[in-house]
């Protein structure tokens, strides 16, 4: 089968959808189909395991290369070089649509949900202004009018979404998102924890987020403040943010807690492994979250993880791999949770439920499903 997996950009490094969309590619590849990345722009696999296709871009006017390459794709799809045409985005024309963002609607809603609701009538007016934003909408309405277009949530959460915003149920079929890690050995963990400065015996959380406002890093922050005055646990306890190239504002918020000490920021990270066999358990205080691969990753990797219901991933971690809490501003809640993941034995039984779990997570798993509607789209 021939398959073009369109994508806006294509940078497996950064994570995310192309990451996600590079594992997919070469899944599918693996099992003997012709795969081509259909991108603005991007460098092919070193192992050319499948073909990335790049049609350009303009540098600096994101909304005219958007709409330019929107163009470019259809005439792609249009010259029928694929059996199927699967975007990552609200491509018009193509077979399927997989909200590995979520909805827009549903995006719109977790920004809101985060302000202060005197703000919240004034980001309604703005947010419409915005008109890189503004064309991803009228994409996606367009998508969404289409019966002949598959739209694949990547959760049940999502799925709710196209309901709620959409009215729509017909051609919907949730396939639970996917993460691929290969564990890094213990080696490699303590090896981080002597660079931090934190012993074996810590209880270490790690919370990986690239943007700190929509990942709720201040909240977790404060919910572990919290856990630190409040549990003998919280003495021994680190929480180490990643992620975000510019942290010094939220320095000076935790020194001010007095957790300069207990709270450690780092850079991206390319090894995403070693920081997994370095910590006991993640924490992501997701506003808005389609199915967070940082939640799917730590629940490979054996750890348990705390999250929101805004997070599509929670649907894995009230299985047994986590734990689940209102909201970002649930303090009490929130800290709660840490102090039962502090504890040896029950983080034990957390850990032990994402080890039976992990193949639901996997990318093996997600590529099988997606073949299923490739096949029946294939069949028509």
Known sequence: MRIGLYIEQFNP??????????????ELAARGHAVQVVCMAGSQPA?????????????GLRTLALSRFVAAAQQEIARR????????FPLPGANIYQLRGGTLPGLRAGHLRRLNPLLRPLRKIIWPLNRLRA????????????PQTWCLPVSDMVAREIECFYGRTQRVRTIFNAAEIEPASTAAGLDLRRQWGVGREAFVMLCPATNYELKGV????????????????????????????????????????GLAGQVVFLPPAADMAALYAAADAVILLSWYDPCSRVILEAVASGLPAITTRYNGAAEILAEGAGIVVEGPRSRREIAAAMGTLAEPARR?????????????????????????????????
């Open 13 to 26: 490094s950064r994570g995310g959808r192309e990451r996600s969309t590079a594992q997919i590619a070469r």
């Open 47 to 59: 192992d050319r395991a499948y073909e990335v296709v790049p049609l350009g871009r303009i540098p």
């Open 81 to 88: 070089r694929h059996d199927i045409a699967h975007a990552m």
């Open 135 to 146: 064309l991803l909408g009228r994409l996606e309405v367009q998508v969404m009018a289409d």
């Open 218 to 257: 201040l909240e977790a922050a404060q919910a572990f403040a919290q856990f630190h005055r409040r549990d003998e646990r919280g003495a021994s306890a680190y929480l180490v943010v990643l992620g975000c190239q510019d942290d010094s504002g939220y320095q000076r918020v935790i020194s001010a807690m």
């Open 348 to 380: 034990a039984d957390y850990a032990e439920a994402c080890r039976r779990l992990a193949a639901r997570v996997s990318v093996r798993r997600h590529v099988d499903e997606l073949l299923s509607v490739y096949q029946e789209i294939a069949g028509k």
